[in-house]
């Protein structure tokens, strides 16, 4: 499955700089330096500014500073983006304590953040979101001449994207022709409200000022950073850099919403592996059921999967960690967690469609069921994929309350409860792609940080 597949692009980092605030930088430099390989510089917090001048490296690791909670870290990853240094930073922290909240770290500037812990496989999935993000963020860049009646368009290896007749002059080519050999330009359409948003703030009171601004645009949402120059042979320009925080906002607030499943995980032990055994199990499934190009009914499915379990963080630990069976009382808070999901993931608009699958993931076609007691169709099918994704990963697996099942034992309890408490097709169609082997395979892929599905999950959808 595409998902999976990956290029190292870890292997264009060349050179990387460990900055050190107060602490130690402890030995997960060394597993950084035999993983990459780059050329590197240990740097004390006041020499980086002048190795940032002489010989900007690929990415800056800098030492989380706990004794002042970060601050001074923070400050020094700020004053390196102030510079208009484009390359990575991130910020190494020896637990998730002495990280503060995620949210502060990106909108410090770092990149992302590495725990010292951390496994040489792991550092590596992160350099590749760095590298991946920061392409994202720096896709836009848009030039404006001051001339009125010419304008062009280039990215930052300078493609032109688009260009008018005036400005095309200069060249033997038309615009179209100039345009061709570039990337693209539809992304960039626009233009025109840029004009209007840009063009007044080209003035030369407003040189080496910087504006921002953020603009909606269907349903994303984009800052503009307007900075005034003044090019001696061109005059005024202005360089637009328009980057798309849309998805920015879904990164991190879906890191938000695993990490509260990972730190659940350390109550039950249990909710972080299985949230993303059932992920993969319904990707196959999924699969299975023809659906591999229906990019919608995917993405509302793969985040349900992901986050099915979510409202388990407001269930007390005498009820999840029970190692007997529950009295009917404390049955009833158990099945409240689909409602309490559902409560906590509504208010996120790119949701939106997944909230219901995970509000009916314990619905049974028999209408026995919780909590609204739906009734085979009115089972929304992704809930009904989830269900015995659910099911099957539950009954593998040691509970506090009892030992996991055997395999076929397991198959067996699937097969004499399709179309009752299973969707028949859904059901049939998952054990008819089951095997030992893949239930392996999906146990050695969930041992993966949740964040780090999370996030190769956005880029694929
Ligand atoms: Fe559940």
Known sequence: MHIYRRIDDTKDIKSVAFVVCNDEITPVSDIIINTLKPEYRMLSDNEVMQYLYDSPPDIFFIGSDTRTQNQKSFRLCHTI???????????????????????????????????????????????????????????????????????????????????????????????????RNGINISRVGTLKSFKSIIRPLITEENIGKVFSRTVYERESIFQIKT???????????????????TRTIYA?????????????????????QHSSRVFYYCMHLADRLGYSRNKKFLRELYFAALLHDIGKIGIRDHILLKPGKLTKKEFHMLSTHP?????????????????????????????????????????PLGASIIAVA????????????????????????????????????????????????????????????????????????
């Open 81 to 179: 983006r102030e510079s208009g240094y484009q390359g990575i930073i991130v910020l190494i922290a020896d637990s998730l304590k002495h990280l503060g909240a995620t949210t502060e770290v990106t909108s410090a500037g770092f990149d992302n953040y590495l725990l010292s812990s951390d496994s040489a496989e792991r550092i590596k999935d992160i350099i590749h979101w760095a590298i991946i993000n920061r392409k994202r963020k720096n896709k836009y860049i848009i030039q404006f001449d001051d001339n009125p009646d010419s304008f062009y368009i280039t990215d930052r290896d300078g493609r032109i994207h688009e260009i008018n007749k005036r400005a095309a002059m200069g060249s033997n080519l038309t615009p179209k022709e100039i345009v």
């Open 227 to 245: 900075k005034i120059h003044n090019v001696p042979t061109i005059g005024l320009v202005a360089t637009v850099v328009k980057t798309d925080i």
């Open 252 to 272: 991190r607030t879906l890191d938000i919403l695993v990490n509260s499943i990972t730190m659940l995980s350390q109550r039950d032990n249990y909710t972080a």
């Open 339 to 379: 409602v309490k999901g559902y409560k906590i993931l509504k208010r996120y608009e790119f949701l939106r469609d997944s909230v219901e699958l995970v509000r009916s993931h314990h619905e049974r076609p028999d209408g026995m069921g919780y909590p609204d007691k739906l009734r085979g169709n009115q089972i």
């Open 390 to 461: 659910d099911s099957f990963d539950a009954m593998t697996t040691n509970r506090p309350y009892r030992g996991s099942l055997p395999y076929e034992k397991a198959v067996s309890e699937i097969k004499e409860n399709l179309g009752t408490q299973y969707n028949k097709d859904v059901g049939a169609a998952f054990l008819s792609m089951l095997t030992p082997k893949l239930v392996e395979d999906i146990r050695n892929m969930s041992r993966k940080p949740l964040d780090i599905i999370a996030q190769e999950l956005l880029e694929t959808i």
